[in-house]
């Protein structure tokens, strides 16, 4: 853990960290748990073993074992007070950097991301969802791998061309999946329009852009966010990569949507695609 040693020395007040390593909370496995989660990082010794019980859509009970150090035991402690009561969405939300917030722990330059038992936490969770929509037939399940936290306001009578900037956060047990990933380069996203209503779902014509005047189309030929399936697509350029922030030009989705899937934009997509780069597929407004 950052900040602290193997013998429990930390840089910072004690109270907290020192309570937990001597009197370490909810330890072990739950007996036929909802989900399992197990995460162990090829850069350091320690693994978490966590298990969760759910209830009413949240964590009702949270146990983790530790195999590693004792400050690894502490974080995994900590882990399952922070967990217990929350919504499985806020329990995804839930990173090492808040664990290690709590324990009162120091962030390391040269770690940015420790393993403090967050990572397996979402994989428990994951469990659980696996388990209980399981994909069968035409009927499948995804998970995010981030979500979009910030976006900034634009005018409808802005310009095509005005900047549309917005930040995308990206789970932490998906950072890794970042590697190489080039500041200034066009990447696609692909997210879920969260705030389309239930009943827009069974839309299967429509006006274009709402327009009374125009006939009726099929959605498939639209790019109304109202469809089966609310998926926005959008060819961003990237500004700025902060660890798992990106700052992104070009993305029109609404705060709090869950990102699905990002991909680089290659040479190829220029010729199939045509049209400025940037301009989103899907608008969530229209």
Same mark, same amino acid.
């Given at each position: 853990m950052t900040g602290v040693d193997d013998n429990g020395r930390r840089d910072g007040p004690e109270d907290v960290f020192t309570e937990h390593l001597e009197h370490p909370r909810n330890t072990g496995e739950l007996p036929d748990p909802d989900g399992r989660g197990v995460f162990a990082d090829p850069g350091c010794e320690d693994t978490f073993y966590v298990?969760?019980?759910?209830?009413?859509? !949240?964590?009702?009970?949270? +146990?983790?074992?530790?195999?590693?150090? !004792?400050?690894?035991?502490?974080?995994?402690?900590?882990?399952?007070e922070l967990a217990r009561g929350r919504t499985l969405d806020d329990a995804l939300r839930l990173t090492n950097a808040d664990i290690l917030k709590a324990l009162g722990g120091v962030p390391d330059p040269a770690d940015p991301r420790p393993n403090l038992g967050a990572d397996a936490l979402h994989r428990a969770v994951f469990d659980y969802l696996?388990?209980?929509v399981p994909s069968a037939g035409w009927t499948f399940w995804l998970q995010a791998v981030g979500e979009v936290t910030r976006v900034a306001e634009v005018s409808d009578a802005a310009p095509p061309n005005f900047p549309r900037l917005a930040e995308v956060s990206v789970f932490p047990r998906f950072v890794p999946a970042l590697d190489g990933l080039e500041e200034g380069g066009l990447l696609w996203v692909m997210w879920w329009m969260h705030e389309l209503p239930p009943e827009a779902r069974q839309t299967l014509r429509a006006r274009p852009r709402g327009d009374?005047?125009?006939?009726? !189309?099929?959605?498939?030929?639209? +790019?109304?966010?109202?469809?089966?399936?609310p998926i926005g697509l959008a060819l961003v +350029?990237? &500004?700025? +990569? !902060?660890?798992?922030?990106? &700052?992104v030009d070009g993305l029109d989705a609404r705060p709090g949507s869950p990102v699905l899937d990002l991909k680089p934009w290659s040479e190829k997509d220029a010729a199939d695609r045509g049209g400025p780069p940037g301009q989103s597929t899907n608008r969530t407004t229209k």
């Amino acid at each position: 853990m950052t900040g602290v040693d193997d013998n429990g020395r930390r840089d910072g007040p004690e109270d907290v960290f020192t309570e937990h390593l001597e009197h370490p909370r909810n330890t072990g496995e739950l007996p036929d748990p909802d989900g399992r989660g197990v995460f162990a990082d090829p850069g350091c010794e320690d693994t978490f073993y966590v298990t969760i019980k759910v209830k009413d859509g !949240r964590l009702a009970e949270v +146990r983790c074992r530790v195999e590693g150090c !004792r400050s690894a035991a502490a974080c995994g402690s900590i882990l399952t007070e922070l967990a217990r009561g929350r919504t499985l969405d806020d329990a995804l939300r839930l990173t090492n950097a808040d664990i290690l917030k709590a324990l009162g722990g120091v962030p390391d330059p040269a770690d940015p991301r420790p393993n403090l038992g967050a990572d397996a936490l979402h994989r428990a969770v994951f469990d659980y969802l696996g388990k209980l929509v399981p994909s069968a037939g035409w009927t499948f399940w995804l998970q995010a791998v981030g979500e979009v936290t910030r976006v900034a306001e634009v005018s409808d009578a802005a310009p095509p061309n005005f900047p549309r900037l917005a930040e995308v956060s990206v789970f932490p047990r998906f950072v890794p999946a970042l590697d190489g990933l080039e500041e200034g380069g066009l990447l696609w996203v692909m997210w879920w329009m969260h705030e389309l209503p239930p009943e827009a779902r069974q839309t299967l014509r429509a006006r274009p852009r709402g327009d009374q005047a125009r006939p009726e !189309r099929g959605v498939f030929t639209l +790019r109304s966010p109202a469809r089966p399936n609310p998926i926005g697509l959008a060819l961003v +350029r990237l &500004l700025e +990569r !902060r660890e798992w922030r990106l &700052l992104v030009d070009g993305l029109d989705a609404r705060p709090g949507s869950p990102v699905l899937d990002l991909k680089p934009w290659s040479e190829k997509d220029a010729a199939d695609r045509g049209g400025p780069p940037g301009q989103s597929t899907n608008r969530t407004t229209k």
